[in-house]
């Protein structure tokens, strides 16, 4: 199982300034941050202000509740340049299920 959760990712490299999730998009996505740093922004006005939730180093995981077909409530814009494993929720689907388990099949 451990194989196949590893497989199900994709590392991605990144660049600072980079948008790596934007606040209000929809797309089904987990990241684990594995090497760089960003920052938690959630916008605050039309004009473009945001406000500074939180500061991200190796080891978050972000993306959980978008995951899960929620909205974003915050980007995540990357501070320094890294990289980061990405896990589609159609590659969450294909992962093996146990039996026994909570939605398994």
Known sequence: MRAAIAEAFTPQAFRAGQVL?????????????A?????????????????????LEPGALVGVDAFAGAARTASIVAT????????????FERLPRRRGLPGSR
Do not use: C, K, N, P
């Open 21 to 33: 999730l934007r606040q209000g998009d929809a797309d089904a996505r987990v990241l684990v941050l």
């Open 35 to 55: 090497a760089g740093q960003a920052d938690v922004l959630r916008s605050i006005d039309a004009r473009g202000g945001s406000m500074l939730l939180g500061r």
């Open 80 to 91: 320094t340049a890294g990289w980061v494993h990405v896990m589609t929720r159609d590659a």
